[in-house]
């Protein structure tokens, strides 16, 4: 008998511990329910222009559609209306920002990627304030993938591309293809368009001219964005509505154009990029946002 009322003893404390300790018992559902922000790279989406507009290739460049391998973005807010101005909606990500260089700028080394329909970032449904989203801006700040590249013999190699689109970023170094090895060290300050580029372990790199970076805006004119920023605005197709009792994770792709969006300036017109001809990068800006709900 005494061993049976120990053993009801027992079970009476742990009943009671579970009532009074959260760590014991179930957690709260609103706790463990997310929202999951996904990146999507899409060559076919449609080739927009800063005001959202269908944009062809100028008379006198070429471009190609690179094959992205991860991105980079230092800012997300949704926004209510297409007249909320930039910083007044709802920011869900802010990334990290420095000094070192002297202007404040993004912090390259402490920043945040995803690949193609990886998630980017993931945190807890709670934290956003209840209301009705239409647009969703996005400040991207780095793109790192694979274009084509004719030599000054005529062959034909792929090369890795590294275009910093920010408004401004810190770079220690970079080591391209996420290698250890040989990093390309910079220590300084880098503004919107700066770019390196390997092909068989030779490095380039250069600057983009100023403001020549495309940074889709569709409601520009009553919501615009810094001169030399790179935030990204799009609307989704059904309006996005955060009630405060959500019990399930939402998912947002957040899917970027980049149908031809590395272009440059043709010297030989074959529609090859041949920089030892002196083609010049003049846009790596992406080409358009759309967001939706997904799985």
């Known amino acids: 008998m005494k061993i049976i009322r120990l053993i009801l003893l027992s079970l009476s404390i742990l009943l009671y511990s579970c009532k009074t300790n959260d760590d014991c018992c179930t957690p709260n559902p609103q706790e463990s329910k997310q929202l999951i922000i996904k990146f999507k790279f899409d060559p076919t989406q ?21 094959n992205f391998a991860r991105m980079s973005a230092n800012y997300i807010e949704f926004a209510p209306s297409a007249n909320t101005l930039l910083g007044e909606g709802e920011i869900i990500f802010e990334g990290s920002e420095t000094t070192i260089g002297g202007e404040k700028a993004i912090d390259f080394k402490n920043a945040k990627f995803a690949g193609n329909k990886e998630v980017f970032l993931s945190i807890p449904l709670n934290q956003l304030t209840p209301g009705t989203y239409n647009w969703v801006r996005i400040s991207l700040a780095y793109q790192e993938g694979d274009i084509d590249v004719r030599s000054a013999t005529g062959m034909d190699f792929t090369g890795t591309l590294a275009s910093f689109v920010g408004y401004n970023t810190y770079i220690e170094s970079l080591n391209f293809n996420g290698s250890t090895s040989d990093p390309l060290e910079i220590n300084e300050n880098k503004l919107q368009g700066f770019w390196a580029f390997d092909v068989l372990g030779t490095t380039t790199q250069g600057q983009a001219p100023e403001g020549a970076t ?11 964005i810094p001169q030399g920023s790179c935030v990204v605005t799009g609307q989704f197709e059904n309006e996005f509505t955060i009630t405060g009792e959500e019990n399930e994770d939402i998912t947002i792709t957040l899917s970027f154009s980049v149908n031809n969006s590395f272009e440059w300036t043709e010297v030989n017109v074959d529609g090859k990029y041949e920089p030892s001809a002196g083609e010049q990068v003049v846009d790596m800006g992406l080409r358009g946002l759309i967001p939706y709900i997904s799985n």
Do not use: C, D, H, Y
Not at 214 to 224: E, M
């Open 46 to 66: 449609k080739r927009l222009n800063n005001l959202g507009e269908l944009a062809l290739i100028p008379a006198g460049n070429a471009a190609q559609s690179p």
């Open 214 to 224: 495309t940074v889709p805006n569709p409601i520009f004119n009553s919501s615009p």
